[in-house]
């Protein structure tokens, strides 16, 4: 595969705590914008909104259309749509996208998931762009069912290591890069803790777009377990209204390379 070649993946991470997955897409564009040839609406293909019922199939026809054309597949706003695991693989003609203006839902029984890690896939594609302002919903809530008891005690041990983030759009999104060791599910403060997660040799490269917040990059590490091996190469992420952003930065050791927006003050 080419170096220009995109792997996207939108997985569904089952955690012991369990997960509530909801991917929000923004895009003040409008399918009606677009030639009538260059668009594949799911509806066409045999999917039925609102109703529950399982429409995996219809996506796959429409995806197998828009592909072949280079056309844009959308998904109608105000409408929602009910998949089992699927995987939208390409190579595809030019100008393939995915237009997501109303909800796409996972499918209520766990049992189709044979890989727990996977609902959709996108895989194979150049230049493939996903927006619409529409919404994935992993519906988590069937997932905590199967999830451990809630532990009130704060802190922990263990660690989280050797993780990339690499060749990503942001557009609006609320703290687009973060690390909270200080997590509080409390109205009052919390104490200091004495032991949390080790956070090590975590990657962002090549990030830019817009943050929603003030705060565009957020690292809140644990006095007593700091993190370590942060390396940032070529991250720029500016305001949505235009207004600057900031880092902040507290017990981390970082490094980076090329361009860094906003970078951390000490």
């Not at 909801?22 to 003040?28: M, S």
């Not at 399918?31 to 609102?50: C, L, M, Q, T």
């Not at 190579?91 to 995915?98: E, G, L, Y």
């Not at 557009?171 to 973060?178: A, H, L, M, Q, S």
Request: with cysteine; aromatic share 10%.
């Amino acid at each position: 595969m080419s170096p220009q070649s995109v792997v996207l993946s939108l997985l569904i991470i089952f955690f012991s705590f369990g997960l509530c997955l909801g991917f929000y897409i923004e895009d003040k564009h409008n399918e009606k914008k677009y030639s009538s040839k260059r668009i594949v609406n799911v509806n066409d293909y045999g999917a039925i909104p609102n109703d529950g019922s399982d429409n995996t199939e219809a996506f796959e026809k429409a995806w197998d259309e828009a592909c072949s054309r280079g056309a844009r597949l959308v998904v109608p706003r105000g409408s929602v749509y009910h998949l089992k695991p699927i995987k939208f693989s390409g190579p595809c003609k030019p100008h393939t996208a995915f237009r997501v203006y109303g909800t796409i839902k996972a499918w209520h029984d766990i049992s189709v998931y044979k890989d727990r890690g996977l609902w959709i896939m996108f895989d194979n594609l150049n230049h493939f762009v996903v927006n619409g302002g529409g919404v994935f919903n992993g519906d988590g809530r069937k997932w905590w069912k199967n999830s451990c008891k809630v532990n009130k005690t704060l802190g922990g041990s263990g660690y989280a290591k050797n993780i990339k983030f690499m060749n990503i759009a942001m557009r609006n999104v609320t703290n687009p890069i973060i690390i909270n060791q200080s997590y509080c599910d409390r109205k009052e403060p919390c104490p200091e803790q004495s032991t949390a997660v080790k956070v090590s040799k975590v990657v962002y490269r090549n990030i830019t777009g817009t943050s929603a917040s003030k705060v565009a990059i957020k690292f809140e590490c644990s006095k007593e377990v700091p993190c370590e091996g942060i390396y940032l190469e070529d991250v720029t992420l500016t305001s949505e209204n235009r207004n600057d952003t900031i880092a902040t930065c507290n017990n981390v050791e970082y490094s980076k390379r090329g361009e860094l927006h906003p970078e951390c003050s000490s």
